[in-house]
């Protein structure tokens, strides 16, 4: 059974730091791309971050850019989003994604809410 189990969120002053961890099971996962998805209350659902499936590349949004680094621990099974110097704005539910895009492969993690707030 395919699992993706977030953990890490809550709630963080402006200026914080978070670090996100998604622990997976039931697939290859060194063989998937692995993904940081968010979406605010009355926002569609957008990509944070995104690293390769064996950690060479990674990829960021601008809106965190210089803030947040993602990163993978293939032995662990998982991966992580660190986030730095937190804004209101990063508030969001935080979605972990697994992707094999040459078969077809997707699944995603139930979600874990971030709020940023003094």
């Known amino acids: 059974q395919v699992q993706l189990v977030e953990s890490g969120g809550g709630l963080v002053q402006p200026g914080g730091s978070l670090r996100l961890s998604c622990a997976a099971s039931?697939?290859?996962?060194?063989?998937?791309?692995m993904s940081w998805y968010r979406q605010a209350p009355g926002k569609e659902r957008e990509l944070v971050a995104t690293?390769?499936?064996?950690?060479?590349?990674?990829n960021y949004a601008d809106s965190v850019k210089g803030r947040f680094t993602i990163s993978r621990d293939n032995a662990k099974n998982t991966v992580y989003l660190q986030m730095n110097s937190l804004k209101p704005e990063d508030t969001a539910v935080y979605y972990c994604?697994?992707?094999?895009?040459?078969?077809?492969?997707?699944?995603w993690g139930k979600g874990m809410l971030v709020t940023v707030s003094s």
């Open positions: 994604n697994a992707r094999w895009s040459e078969i077809g492969m997707d699944y």
């Open positions: 690293i390769t499936s064996r950690g060479f590349t990674t």
């Open positions: 039931g697939f290859t996962f060194s063989m998937y791309a």
